[in-house]
């Protein structure tokens, strides 16, 4: 069955540190893979989403992902982090790729110290 | 742009007891979810609506009805509140050709004592 997994329930990082956040998926095939994010008090938000393609996918204040069909990964990353990046982070896999709902992983807290 | 509105933010409710949760959204998106997240489990799928008068079973549909009078709103209801549960209920929308990017409520938090 798809499914994502998310290793790290909370990562703290100091701000202007180097952030990654790992997302291990299983699907059969190529997946559709994206990148939500949980601002406090906020609903969901579209970070980014990877298509079959580049494997570095970029998305919005800074971020980026790399898939990676041998590890069967999709990590996200951030070369220096910002207080307002204090979130929790979600990976998720489209099951239809496009047809439904999609498959979020247990999220990530990052905090960031001054 | 547009906006999801969950009513209410916060719901405490008794054992047992059948509670309503609605979402409207103003995009003029055709799909409809609702999602459930609890601590350390992610999101869940509960149901959700291709359009107006279609329901969708997702994986946690058991103990939930839900609803889905006109394109623009979206009620979900726990058929019978269990003692202690303590979630947020999260309302989404997408576009028809793009339902990978999904539009979030900002949830109702649900506490039954």
């Known amino acids: 069955a798809q499914s994502v997994t998310q290793p790290d329930a909370r990562v703290t990082v100091s701000e202007g540190a180097s952030l990654q956040l790992r997302c291990k998926y299983s699907y059969f095939g190529t997946p559709y893979l994206f990148w939500y994010v949980q601002y406090p008090r906020q609903g969901l938000q579209l970070l980014l989403k990877y298509y079959p393609g580049d494997p570095v996918v970029q998305g919005v204040n800074g971020f980026e992902a790399e898939f990676s069909k041998s590890n069967s990964s999709f990590h996200l990353r951030k070369a220096s982090v910002h207080w307002s990046d204090w979130a929790v982070y979600f990976c998720?896999?489209?099951?239809?790729?496009?047809?439904?709902?999609?498959?979020f992983g247990t999220g990530t807290t990052v905090s960031v110290s001054p | 742009g547009g906006i999801i509105t969950q009513t209410p933010k916060f719901l405490i409710g008794q054992e047992g007891q059948k509670l309503t949760l609605k979402c409207q959204q103003n995009?003029?998106?055709?799909?409809m979810y609702w999602y459930r997240q609890d601590s350390g489990k992610g999101l869940r799928l509960i149901y959700y609506?291709?359009?107006?008068?279609?329901?969708q079973k997702g994986d946690l549909s058991e103990g939930y009805d839900a609803s889905r009078e006109k394109k623009s709103s979206f009620s979900l209801t726990v058929t019978s509140a269990q003692k202690n549960e303590m979630a947020v209920f999260l309302c989404?929308?997408?576009?028809?050709?793009?339902?990978?990017?999904?539009?979030f409520g900002p949830g109702t938090r649900l506490l039954v004592l």
């Open positions: 609506s291709i359009t107006e008068n279609d329901l």
């Open positions: 989404a929308s997408s576009i028809v050709g793009d339902q990978d990017t999904q539009y």
């Open positions: 998720a896999v489209s099951p239809d790729q496009g047809g439904r709902a999609l498959i």
């Open positions: 995009f003029n998106h055709d799909t």
